[in-house]
Nanobody, 118 residues
Framework: QVQLVESGGGLVQPGGSLTLSCATS????????MGWYRQFPGKQRELVAS???????EYADSAEGRFTISRDYAKNTLSLQMNSLKPEDTAVYYC????????????WGQGTLVTVSS
């Protein structure tokens, strides 16, 4: 079973960049639909970006044009490159993995805090 460990969060100034990484363990990384979610205080987690096992990406409107999701099949790693960061991007970011065959499995990382502030 895949396990997820995020890294790369921290404090960044508005307009700056940050790259989040999600290291996975397990041999079936390529079979998973992967995504980055974020959670604001008192709110539900929301999808930021996702990538299918085949590499098709999708972005929330708030992330489109500023964030890039990618997956490295050789390193079993998911990344989120975040540019032009805004204070409203401040949140805890979570890595998510799902697959449906032969049965539904959904996994979450522990989360990493991103703070955008001057």
């Amino acid at each position: 079973q895949v396990q997820l460990v995020e890294s790369g969060g921290g404090l960044v100034q508005p307009g700056g960049s940050l790259t989040l990484s999600c290291a996975t363990s397990g041999s079936s990384f390529r079979l998973y639909y992967m995504g980055w979610y974020r959670q604001f205080p008192g709110k539900q987690r929301e999808l930021v970006a996702s990538v299918t096992s085949g590499g098709t990406t999708e972005y929330a409107d708030s992330a489109e044009g500023r964030f890039t999701i990618s997956r490295d099949y050789a390193k079993n790693t998911l990344s989120l490159q975040m540019n032009s960061l805004k204070p409203e991007d401040t949140a805890v970011y979570y890595c998510n993995a799902r697959k449906w065959d032969p049965y539904y499995v959904e996994l979450w990382g522990q989360g990493t805090l991103v703070t955008v502030s001057s």
